[in-house]
């Protein structure tokens, strides 16, 4: 005697259709006809008994058992693609075409994270993006690496080269000489790093302040000066070597000197 049919409670699919073969256990002859749609990736749906016993009939299936289940939960586990992840491939696919520095890529807020079969485990892929130039806006059509014409979306946003600049943590009086512990690294547009802003933290480390500096602020070149090593009227050795000659003497300092100065 063959096994008798039986409705199944719970089911997991991987694709648009809800197979009869899925819903009912034992059945061999027309397991692989479609009979109901799946609920989209990631999410879960339950159809009714009786539409399962409707749709077997309908196929020629007789002598199915539902064990007193009332429905049954279809569920369709899925990948999500989050908006970080399609940020970096678009971030990937700029660098790869010539845009130079750190990017910082800004989806328009009206892109949600996507969610595909969990069996799409294929990297995202760029297949066309766009940039003006003047203002940093893009469009880019991405897909999964494997995707069929017509899977593809179209995002929109911005991307603006970046750099890396220490700025002050908190505002720092003039007159003190910075350390590393008032300092943190950001990222700033690079269009808004000139040419006079110092944004390397070894190179800030040790200077002394010209005025107050601001909290996040960039500091630039004259705000700051050489830490004073020397100061006016102190008393100094003043040596002077040569070939076969060293001579030293006793003298006082004319002016304030910091390093490298003579």
């Known amino acids: 005697l063959a096994d008798p049919l039986r409705l199944r409670a719970d089911v997991i699919v991987d694709g648009d259709t809800v197979r009869l073969g899925q819903l009912i256990e034992g059945l061999e ?27 077997a009939r309908e196929m020629g299936v007789t002598g199915l058992e539902l064990t007193g289940a009332r429905s049954v939960t279809i569920t369709r586990p899925g990948r999500t693609i989050s908006r970080g992840d399609m940020q970096d ?27 595909v079969d969990v ?77 006079d802003i ?20 960039p500091v630039r070149q004259a705000d700051l000066a050489k830490p004073i090593l020397v100061e006016k009227n102190q008393l100094v050795t003043v040596t002077y070597s040569g070939k076969g000659i060293s001579l030293s003497m006793r003298g006082r300092a004319q002016s304030n000197g910091a390093m490298g100065e003579t």
């Not at 479609?34 to 539409?51: K, Q, S």
């Not at 750190?102 to 996507?114: E, F, P, S, T």
């Open 29 to 55: 002859k027309g397991a692989d006809i479609p009979v109901f749609r799946a609920p989209a990736p990631g999410a879960r749906g339950t159809i009714r008994a009786d539409r399962v016993l409707a749709a």
């Open 89 to 115: 491939s678009i971030r990937q696919a700029f660098a790869l075409r010539g845009a130079k520095g750190d990017l910082d890529v800004i989806l328009d807020d009206h892109h949600a994270a996507r969610t």
């Open 119 to 195: 069996v799409r485990d294929e990297p995202l892929k760029v297949i066309a993006l766009a940039r003006d130039p003047s203002n940093g806006r893009f469009e880019v059509k991405m897909a999964l690496a494997s995707a069929n014409t017509g899977e593809s979306w179209i995002l929109t946003g911005s991307i603006v080269e970046t750099r890396e600049v220490a700025v002050p943590i908190a505002d720092l009086d003039r007159g003190d000489a910075l350390q590393a512990k008032d300092l943190t690294i950001v990222k700033r547009p690079a269009s808004h790093v000139g040419n």
């Open 198 to 217: 110092i944004a390397s933290m070894s190179d800030l480390v040790g200077m002394i302040p010209r005025r107050v500096l601001k909290a996040g602020e």
